[in-house]
């Protein structure tokens, strides 16, 4: 299990809509609510989803989002191994 406290993982997911700005108004907006509900793995998620057709983008997601997707229990990001560690 990653050992990130919600607030840790709450900046993670401010860090991630710094990364896709501009990309995708749609993701964004759904990152701003997910965070605003208190759900930053899913504000994670929506960010890792429109930077994906970006592989440029990959490197400049923390590196606490690596990790996450590599613990088990953060099923969501699975699909996203990959494309993170190109």
Do not use: K
């Not at 990790?67 to 993170?84: K, S, T």
């Amino acid at each position: 299990m990653t050992n990130i406290s919600f607030e840790g993982m709450m900046a993670v997911a401010r860090q991630c809509q710094d990364v896709i700005r501009g990309i995708n108004q749609d993701s964004e907006d759904d990152m701003e609510d997910a965070i605003t509900a208190g759900e930053p793995l899913a504000a994670i998620e929506s960010a890792l989803d429109a930077a994906y057709d970006h592989p440029e983008l990959s490197r400049r997601f923390p590196p606490q989002v690596r990790l996450m997707a590599e613990d088990p229990d953060n099923f969501e990001l699975e699909p996203y191994r990959e494309y993170l560690n190109t």
